[in-house]
């Protein structure tokens, strides 16, 4: 689950029952590592991509059953036995990590999901696995949460990603309202990016709310988790609309009286439908 770019990964979370919380460090540490070889220091683009491939060349040793030569990917050869998670979700976030150091802008609604389907989809059916809850309807839940959480971190850090010379706004949108690259270098908080924004912000919330049902079905810990991440990503849109779409000067954060109020609307949530206040 993305978060800058996984912030909200629920690693050694009190909610997480003990005998998960190993794992999901180890998953979380080849998760952060994977994306700082991507995003972070000043490697250039080739360089960042051999390391991504060498992370691939440990991840194909597991599949084949041999040994990895790292240490990391020793204990996650241990945590997928143990699990038995699916490599493919390892393979995706390679992938996706591998896009960000070549793709810099998104055509369409299409292409940016994607990419969410490989960037934040996999932590979330991870999750799932490890609770023994992989079921379909499940994954598909997750899916929509995941990649909502994913879009919502893209509308919450648009000036962040523009110093890396990424935009994920995708560019069939831009068109449709009439904002161009100079409005997001030159920060313009008009008419036209306000209305953007709110498309964009209104579609995230629809995709979060159709996934949201899950937090409800699952029981115990999982569910509550699950709670909190959605609540915690729906109050960050409102947080975003409260400064009028300005995220540029105005980075919407989660405060101790938002924590308050999401754990207030995560006692709430109904099984069958979501509200908000």
Known sequence: ???????????????????????????????????????????????????????????????????????????????????????SAFYDLLSAFKQDVVTLRYANYDALL?????????????????????SKENLVKADAICSALQLINFWQDVAIDWNKRRIYIPQEDM??????????????????????????????????LSGAPLASHLPGRIGWELRLVVQGGLRILEKIESVGYDVFRKRPRL???????????????????QKQD
């Open 255 to 273: 405060e101790k009286a938002d924590w308050i109020c999401i754990a207030w609307r995560a006692l709430r949530m109904k099984s069958c439908k």
């Open 114 to 134: 994607d990419y969410c389907r490989r960037s934040a989809d996999p932590v979330g059916r991870l999750m799932l696995h490890l609770y023994r809850a992989a």
């Open 1 to 87: 689950m993305p978060v800058d770019h996984y912030e909200n990964f629920p690693v050694a979370s009190l909610l997480l029952p003990a005998h998960l919380r190993g794992a999901v460090e180890v998953i979380y540490a080849f998760a952060r590592t994977a994306d700082d070889l991507a995003d972070e220091g000043d490697a250039l683009p080739d360089a960042r991509l051999d390391a991504l491939n060498a992370y691939e060349a440990q991840l194909d040793l597991i599949g084949q059953g041999s040994p990895p030569t790292a240490p990391l990917f020793r204990d996650l050869a241990r945590v997928i036995k143990e699990f038995d998670l699916p490599m």
């Open 175 to 208: 068109h449709a309202f009439d904002v161009t690259e100079t409005s997001i270098s030159e920060q313009i908080v008009d008419p036209d990016w306000q209305r953007l924004m709110q498309f964009e912000v209104g579609r995230a919330r629809a995709l979060m």
